[in-house]
């Protein structure tokens, strides 16, 4: 089975702003994705960022990159130049075990103007 | 819009009704998986289908819940003798599986409410 741990219940910063969200999770799997979703208020959950487990080098995408520690289970999303579109429920997710994606209780993302 | 569609969005029913969603994945993805989100909560896992197939059911799908997958397209989840305690967010997601590489793709969802 699949654990995720996300510490931070919610974040709060300003536009602009660099943020960085935790992850540690566990697994018995020895190949397996990692997944930072989004999910804005009352919409649809919205796949951020990607990260194959046997690649070391961390998945980038746009503002979106990801810090991973395979050795540490860590994988910690970073959110530069943050927008007011940024905020949302932000989960995290390993997957590749026999009962898809295994979440966290999500981190809430607040961006002030 | 990730292309995956559920319907309805929203359902009201009363306890001890039985009530049936339907999702529509990606056409060409051969995955197609039920989640169910509570308030403040990330998803929980219930089933998912590979083709027409169901592979693994979680231990949270009690004997009321059953999902089905004709032609390995469209799915339907259907609740018997609704409770006040099956109130939540049911997700869909769908996939197309190459080896190891899996991304899922999130339906809207279905917000249902037993009174």
């Known amino acids: 089975a699949q654990t995720v741990t996300q510490s931070q219940p919610e974040m709060s910063v300003q536009e602009a702003e660099t943020v960085t969200l935790s992850c540690t999770y566990d697994?018995?799997?020895?190949?397996?994705?990692l997944f930072w979703y989004k999910q804005p208020p009352s919409r649809q959950m919205i796949l951020v960022i990607r990260?194959?487990?046997?690649?070391?080098q961390n998945a980038t995408e746009n503002r979106f990159s990801v810090n991973f520690q395979k050795a540490a289970k860590s994988f910690s999303l970073k959110i530069s130049d943050s927008q007011l579109g940024d905020t949302a429920m932000y989960f995290c997710?390993?997957?590749?075990?026999?009962?898809?994606?295994?979440f966290g209780k999500g981190t809430h993302l607040i961006i002030q103007p | 819009d990730t292309g995956v569609s559920q319907d309805p969005r929203h359902k009201i029913t009363k306890r001890g009704q039985n009530v049936t969603f339907r999702c529509d994945p990606i056409?060409?993805?051969?995955?197609l998986y039920w989640y169910r989100q509570t308030l403040g909560q990330g998803p929980e896992f219930l089933t998912y289908?590979?083709?027409?197939?169901?592979?693994?059911k979680s231990r949270l799908l009690s004997d009321r819940f059953s999902a089905e997958r004709p032609k390995g397209s469209f799915s339907t989840l259907e609740i018997q003798r609704t409770e006040q305690g099956d109130s939540a967010m049911y997700l869909c997601?769908?996939?197309?599986?190459?080896?190891?590489?899996?991304?899922?793709?999130f339906g809207p969802g279905t917000r249902l409410l037993v009174l």
């Open positions: 289908f590979q083709n027409e197939a169901q592979l693994e």
């Open positions: 990260q194959e487990a046997y690649k070391q």
């Open positions: 697994t018995s799997e020895n190949n397996y994705y």
């Open positions: 997710a390993p997957g590749g075990g026999a009962d898809g994606l295994t």
């Open positions: 997601a769908s996939s197309l599986v190459a080896g190891v590489e899996e991304t899922q793709y």
């Open positions: 056409s060409e993805h051969n995955r």
